[in-house]
């Protein structure tokens, strides 16, 4: 049933160059990612599913980054790009808010002037603006669904590597999130980790991601 | 009472300024002394002082090139190697600058090292100063040991594929050249990913801002900043009097 529903996040990239690079990274990519879909994406050592990931989860600007030619589509927002100077900007908090991204060197996501788990946690919503009675209330609401409780005073730099994998989907507690990409592997209590390149698509906004069986 | 972090870096700030206006030898020098006690206080010494060291040794080495063999003012006249004279007054304008700098870079450090960045950070957040200013002030100071812990990490991944760092400073520059290239790449592209992650957590956002950790304060210690930050100024202003006096 799913392919009938609208997708969540799309791209149609006719191609995507960095701007030191001679060839395009990516050429003749479509993905249409349905709400509740779980997508692999599988391909060689430097084929672009980082670049891809990248890019999906608004972390790769076109323009700044590289080179689009082609289309970015979130929440039914279509945005089209043709790699000249009247491209659309994407702004990567908006874009942050709804498509959640790990890579591979999870520490990376780290803010690095946090001393608890659960002022890193509240970092997104500090920029936010939300007040600190609402702010407290979400940090402990996502620890609980993601079993960092008991972490939330501890120093986010003594965090393991599978505890910071599951970061990103927290992070930025938003109620609004809808997607979450990933490019390396995951802990068992994140979705199957055999795959290089994977984005899980919630049924609907703040769902949090399926656990492994 | 908890130091609020503004106390902290209005008497390390205060202290730099009053030291470098005032140029008085026993002053550097009780600076320096008071500096390093804080720093044993704090248990803060162990890391600081290689720190010190080797910002205040080769620093220290130039000052006493610069003035200690050639000081055209000095008249005692203690060597002379054809143009260069080691002269006495050259050797002690020499020592008090280094005195001078050495009280300042020790009680900067053993505020830096023990000031508690996310306090500082809160702090600068609450009191409206936009997040980036907050970021790169609190960045620049827990730089340096974010290098050294990557720098270890790349020691331990290279001798696991069969490194060995023999003693002598020459083995060790040999191995740091293995590890300079690995360490300021990965540097550059955790940089790079980091930005990325914090414009997507809205770092750059332009709208209120708030803070999820609170820092006490207090009427007493806001008094004390004040003191610090108005002797600061005093001492820039006797300074500046004092020359425009004397000419």
Redesign the interface.
């Known amino acids: 049933m799913h392919h009938l529903l609208r997708p969540v996040l799309a791209a149609g990239i006719r191609s995507f160059a960095y701007h030191d690079g001679d060839a395009p990274v990516l050429s003749g990519v479509d993905l249409a990612l349905a709400p509740g879909t779980l997508t692999t994406v599988l391909g060689a050592s430097g084929s672009g599913k980082t670049t891809l990931g990248?890019l999906l989860?608004?972390?790769?600007s076109p323009g700044a980054g590289g080179v689009l030619a082609g289309f970015l589509e979130l929440a039914g927002t279509r945005l089209e790009f043709d790699g000249s100077a009247a491209d659309p900007r994407i702004d990567?908090?908006q874009?942050?808010?709804q498509v959640g991204?790990v890579?591979q060197?999870a520490s990376?996501?780290?803010?690095?002037?946090?001393?608890?788990v659960?002022?890193e946690l509240?970092?997104?919503?500090?920029?936010?603006?939300?007040?600190?009675a609402d702010?407290?209330a979400t940090?402990e609401h996502t620890a609980g669904l993601l079993g960092l409780t008991a972490l939330l005073e501890r120093d986010p730099a003594w965090l393991s590597g599978g505890q910071l994998r599951r970061w990103p989907s927290a992070?930025?507690s938003s109620p609004v999130r809808r997607c979450l990409s990933w490019t390396s592997r995951l802990p068992r209590s994140m979705p199957p980790a055999s795959a290089k390149w994977r984005c899980w698509c919630a049924a609907s906004p703040g769902t949090e991601p399926p656990s492994s069986s | 009472m908890r130091i609020h972090p503004l106390t902290g870096l209005a008497a390390a700030g205060s202290a730099a300024v009053i030291t470098t206006a005032a140029a008085s030898l026993p002053l550097s020098v009780a600076v320096s002394a008071a500096a390093l006690a804080l720093s044993v206080a704090a248990g803060t010494a162990r890391r600081m002082l290689p720190a010190a060291a080797a910002v205040l040794l080769p620093l220290g080495l130039s000052l006493l090139i610069v003035h200690g063999l050639s000081f055209p003012e000095g008249l005692t006249v203690l060597a002379q190697w054809g143009p260069v004279r080691v002269t006495a007054e050259g050797l002690s304008f020499a020592l008090e600058r280094a005195a001078q700098v050495s009280a300042v870079v020790l009680i900067l450090l053993a505020c830096s090292f023990s000031l508690s960045v996310p306090d500082l950070v809160a702090a600068l957040s609450a009191r409206g100063i936009r997040g980036r200013f907050g970021f790169v002030l609190a960045s620049t100071l827990t730089l340096l040991p974010a290098i050294a812990a990557r720098a270890e990490r790349i020691r331990q991944a290279q001798e696991s594929r069969g490194l060995v760092i023999r003693r002598g400073i020459l083995h060790r520059a040999a191995a740091f050249r293995l590890q300079a290239v690995p360490l300021v790449l990965s540097l550059v592209e955790d940089a790079g990913t980091r930005a990325a992650a914090l414009e997507a957590r809205g770092f750059s956002s332009t709208g209120p801002r708030t803070s999820y950790r609170i820092v006490p304060d207090s009427p007493g210690q806001r008094f004390l900043r004040l003191v610090l930050v108005l002797a600061g100024v005093a001492a820039v202003a006797v300074r500046l009097w004092h020359y425009a006096g004397g000419s």
Do not use: H, Y
């Not at chain 1, 989860?57 to 790769?60: D, P, Q, S, T």
């Not at chain 1, 990376?108 to 608890?116: E, G, N, P, R």
């Not at chain 1, 509240?122 to 600190?132: D, I, K, R, T, V």
């Open positions: 990248r989860a608004g972390w790769l990567p908090a874009w942050g808010r991204f890579p060197d990376a996501i780290l803010s690095t002037v946090k001393a608890t659960a002022e509240a970092f997104g919503l500090e920029n936010a603006g939300m007040s600190p702010m407290r940090v992070a930025p």
